[in-house]
């Protein structure tokens, strides 16, 4: 899949991964960030084409999950890049999940202003999402990718074999990136997604790469954010409000998960403020529902989401902005909506948790 300026390869993916690093970076050092679990589950899966990379060593080894995207973190793979001597003709290989791909590109894309990076994702939220599309960054004062750049990496190669290593609940996460693909732009695999129910690793496999594509789409005509690529915000206006309160806390709650929950309230709004038929909003309802645990949205208070909305990166000044559906499958973007519908549509994603999606 030609993505502008990098290919995105999922046939026979590692042995041209290692074609493409050792015809490009001939020379260069070839360096690894990964995470401990991407070290234990996957890495032994692609051993042998690290070896005919001549990989020189693994430059930093990352705590799974959302508190390892910090500017503490990134603080030491600096230094640790400085310490090893990396230079800008060297090579960084990201082999993880969201996570990774995210810190790392950030890393290396301020580092010496720029060293090349290849992402190797290891999730499905890094396949159909993170590891794709250019956007890098950490959080920062507990608000979500806070600080970040755009800076595409030189390939992206899938192998889809390393969603056999995910527990379930990750796997279903990255799901939701998915659904969201064919909620703003393709129709017909909404509906083989309704018919599906509970994802399958086959299932995910045959209809991934129409998903990364759906998100090219709108990447190559828009690649700095600025007009029809914020298509790609739907349901992550409440989505990153939600993970921002749950930053601190003892509960773990997957961006997938919010983001499920926020495509919820969504698309309650679209049903007011765009048109989108109340079958739609239950359809959506009950297949986000089916699919994905979200009793953590009853254990918030609407009000509290106030604050993080303030801060969502889509805002025009003060003014919410959000992604709407007119219908299944046709999302437009920069809608303005009330702070009091906002928070109306979160309570009722907990009615529709709760078993009575109250309209």
Not at 15 to 28: E, I, T, W
Request: proline residues 3%; charged residues 20%; aromatic residues 10%.
């Amino acid at each position: 899949m030609d993505a502008g300026s990098y290919q995105v390869v999922f046939e026979d993916s590692m042995a041209k991964l290692v074609r493409f690093v050792n015809a490009n970076y001939p020379h260069s050092k070839r360096y690894i960030i990964a995470d401990n679990n991407t070290l234990e589950h996957c890495l032994p899966i692609i051993d042998k084409y690290l070896g005919e990379m001549k990989v020189e060593q693994r430059v930093f080894k990352l705590e799974p999950g959302e508190d390892s995207k910090s500017m503490d973190l990134a603080y030491q793979l600096w230094e640790n890049f400085t310490d090893l001597g990396i230079s800008r003709g060297d090579v960084i290989l990201n082999i993880g999940g969201g996570v990774v791909s995210d810190l790392g590109g950030f890393v290396a894309a301020t580092y010496k202003r720029g060293v090349d990076v290849i992402n190797v994702p290891t999730s499905l939220l890094a396949m159909t999402d993170a590891s794709v599309g250019g956007k890098v960054g950490v959080n920062f004062n507990q608000l979500k990718n806070h600080l970040g750049y755009f800076s595409d990496p030189k390939g992206v190669f899938i192998h889809t074999d390393f969603l056999n290593t995910l527990p379930d609940r990750e796997f279903v996460s990255g799901y939701a990136e998915m659904i969201k693909h064919a909620l703003i732009s393709d129709k017909s695999t909404w509906v083989r997604m309704i018919e599906q129910g509970a994802p399958s690793v086959g299932f995910v496999t045959e209809i991934l790469p129409a998903s990364v594509a759906i998100k090219y789409h709108f990447v190559k005509q828009d690649p700095f954010d600025k007009g029809i690529r914020k298509v790609l915000n739907f349901g992550h206006t409440m989505g990153h409000a939600i993970e921002t309160l749950f930053m601190d806390s003892d509960t773990e709650v997957l961006h997938g998960e919010a983001v499920a929950a926020g495509m919820i309230c969504a698309a309650y709004v679209s049903h007011i403020e765009a048109g989108l038929a109340k079958v739609d909003v239950v359809a959506i309802s009950n297949l986000l529902q089916e699919v994905f645990d979200l009793e953590f949205v009853t254990w918030l208070m609407a009000e509290n989401l106030e604050l993080p909305l303030k801060h969502d990166k889509k805002n025009a000044g003060t003014e919410l902005r959000f992604v709407l559906l007119t219908e299944s499958g046709k999302a437009i973007y920069d809608q303005p909506v009330s702070m009091e519908l906002a928070l109306r549509s979160f309570e009722f994603v907990q009615s529709v948790v709760n078993g009575e999606m109250e309209f």
